[in-house]
């Protein structure tokens, strides 16, 4: 009884989407709301997921030569107006301090949005000679952005992220280092979060304020509704004028080198959640799972099963995160806890398997049983754990396949969009105002022009005039 009130717990996907995504992020115990409008406590559990997707993220970013830093918090007002665009980009979204203690500051202090104006100001007095370049900077922080409408990891004042800042010699160089980036992006979302992306850049409209071209990975969630997951952004050397970074080249000459930034924020835990998450809870990719195997103990107070239980996750200590439930609770309340709190295997161990010297392990995914012999632990378990992401993959990239459309023309669009939820492949001859039409009239925005392009008509959707790129379309978070 106790198993089927935990379950029921959780609102069906079927039913409110909303309410399903908030049961998990609250029953799971990942989050809880703080005193500060918009702003969320991540618990222990949720801040174990980041704290893995940042170490795998900052090792392969230090195998490229990255290295972190950290800049203030806060950005005088007069350094944040010297680059228009961007200012005029994040205006509505900044959040002021005006006094310190009970004095009235004379200058205003923009709580930190994004970095760039921050690295920009360090780079303008560090960088003079092309032997000073490249920099390749990094930093883990949180920023500010004072949203009207908020919700758990997806859209919150404050968030955690990582964002990179790098300046160039050239622009071939940087335009290099964006691609490199949004390219990584790609391959640990797919391989470590098992999540399928389309890589693409953003439209004029669309891009980073600041930015001459934005690239981006977008993921479709369960309700069809795309997921921005992560940008690359290339930036000329407009931010280096603005802030007059100059330095030497190689025959003696002073020029404005060229600038990088890219990030990921903890969304991309919202997004592990719409992308892989059923209506009994989290499933979570291995790579980024807090507890990867749990062992749940059978009839635990016979004589030896806790014993063999301890001497089982003392052997898989070595190769994978493993944890023993070892309190009263009736079994199957653990394995709706874990299942809620989506551990990619659960390992189970009772009498009768100590005495033919197996166990039972059941994957997350697809509650697939597996009977396994314990002198085949240390091989079977790394398999399944493989096996587990492989299969969060494909079901995740079958379900996109099932929910993408093709559109020739508005109407088309128009009857897609209002009866079905995915993205939309339609042809665009990129023009701002056909762009702006699509987001009136049918309430889609353009998600990215893909790098994989396909001619999906010889015709812009919009107008009918000679196309010139096919871009996805949808809804978004």
């Given amino acids: ?75 005088p007002e007069s350094l944040l107006q010297k680059e228009k665009d961007h200012v005029e980009g994040f205006a509505p979204e900044v959040a002021w301090v005006t006094h310190g203690g009970n004095e009235k500051l004379q200058e205003r202090l923009c709580v930190r949005p994004t970095s760039e104006t ?52 050239t622009a071939e160089e940087a335009k290099e280092e964006t691609q490199r980036m949004i390219n990584l992006y790609a391959d640990f979302c797919e391989n470590e979060l098992a999540i399928p992306v389309i890589k693409g850049k953003k439209t004029d409209k669309e891009k980073f304020a600041g930015a001459l071209e934005t690239y981006t990975i977008e993921a479709l969630m369960h309700d069809g509704k795309a997921l921005q997951s992560g940008t690359s952004h290339y930036f000329g050397d407009g931010f280096a004028k603005a802030y007059d970074i100059t330095f030497q080249d190689r025959d003696n000459k002073i020029r404005y080198p060229h600038q990088t930034s890219w990030g990921l924020s903890t969304r991309i835990i919202g997004g592990i959640i719409m992308s892989h998450g059923d209506n009994s ?67 189970e161990i009772g009498p009768k398997d100590i005495e033919k010297q197996q166990c039972v392990i059941v994957r997350r995914d697809n509650r697939e049983k597996t009977f396994v012999n314990l002198c085949d632990l240390e091989e079977k378990i790394p ?54 039409l699509i987001k009136e009239e049918v309430g889609l925005s353009s998600r990215c022009i893909p790098f994989k392009q396909e001619q999906i008509s010889k015709a812009c959707v919009c107008c009918g005039k000679e196309s010139g790129k096919m871009v996805y379309w949808g809804k978004a978070y």
């Fill in 383 to 436: 398999i399944l754990l493989d096996s587990v992401r492989e299969g969060m993959y494909n079901k995740a990239l079958d379900r996109r396949e099932s929910m993408t459309y093709s559109a020739q023309n508005m109407e088309e669009l128009k009857s897609i969009a209002n009866s079905k939820e995915g993205f939309i492949k339609a042809m665009w001859c990129g023009d701002k105002k056909c762009e702006e």
């Fill in 118 to 169: 921050l690295f920009c100001d360090y780079y303008s007095r560090v960088v003079h000679s092309w032997r000073d370049l490249p920099k390749l900077y990094n930093q883990w922080c949180s920023v500010v952005r004072w949203e009207k409408t908020t919700r758990p990891f997806l859209r919150s004042v404050e968030f955690h992220w990582q964002e990179g800042h790098t300046v160039h010699e």
């Fill in 281 to 347: 809870g989290l499933v979570l990719p291995p790579a980024i799972a807090p507890i990867q195997v749990i062992i749940i103990p059978i009839a635990m107070h016979k004589q030896g099963v806790l014993d063999k239980a301890k001497e089982l996750k003392n052997r898989l200590e070595n190769i994978c995160r493993v944890k023993i439930d070892e309190t009263d609770q009736t079994p199957g309340w653990k394995f709706s806890q874990y299942e809620m709190k989506g551990v990619p295997l659960r390992l």
């Fill in 1 to 75: 009884m106790e198993n089927k009130k935990l379950v029921e717990a959780i609102t069906s996907m079927e039913v409110d989407f909303a309410k399903w995504y908030t049961d998990i992020v609250k029953k799971a115990g990942l989050m809880d709301y703080s005193g500060v409008r918009g702003c969320m406590v991540i618990e222990p559990y949720g801040f174990a997921i980041w704290e893995n997707i940042q170490s795998i993220l900052d090792e392969k970013f230090k195998k490229l030569g990255h290295e972190n830093v950290s800049m203030p918090m806060f950005i």
